[in-house]
């Protein structure tokens, strides 16, 4: 049965530790269970990624919201907004200037491998975890 997209939708990099302790964190504490993920190198993230015009090197956590596409430094924002207290707090950081977020969003996600480390392959969703994990038959864009 294929979904539109009518969650917040994180696009992550699946193998990067960083990124997977990120959506770990968000599951958490997401209680009203409203994220949904998908890994950006999955079949699901380059169905997304072609139809949604994003660009194939993209480096960077993507939030698909309200019809929107969110990039590097609003992304991590919009998420966290999202997200109930003190979480949403975090979204005070908008006020810095866009252009300064993403440098240091930037230098963060160009070390993440070495900083974090990095798997082999794609996380696996568990079994309580699969229906926030979208395949791509499931998705209708």
């Known amino acids: 049965m294929q979904k539109t997209i ?16 990120t959506v770990n964190f968000i599951l958490k504490r997401d209680k009203q269970k409203q994220f949904r993920f998908v890994a950006l190198q999955s ?26 596409v969110f990039y590097e430094s609003d992304a991590a924002l919009k998420i966290v907004r999202l997200l109930p207290a003190p979480w949403k707090w975090l979204a005070a ?15 963060i996600a160009r070390n993440r491998y070495h900083w974090f480390g990095k798997k082999n392959v794609c996380r696996i969703p568990t079994a309580s975890e699969r229906e926030f994990f979208p395949g791509k038959n499931e998705l209708h864009l």
């Open 43 to 68: 079949e699901a993230g380059m169905k997304i990624k072609q139809k949604l015009k994003i660009p194939n090197d993209v480096d960077s956590v993507v939030l698909i919201y309200n019809g929107k």
């Open 93 to 107: 950081f908008q006020i810095i200037p866009q252009n300064l977020r993403n440098t240091v969003y930037r230098r």
């Open 6 to 21: 009518q969650n917040p939708l994180v696009l992550f990099d699946g193998v990067c530790n960083l990124c997977n302790g």
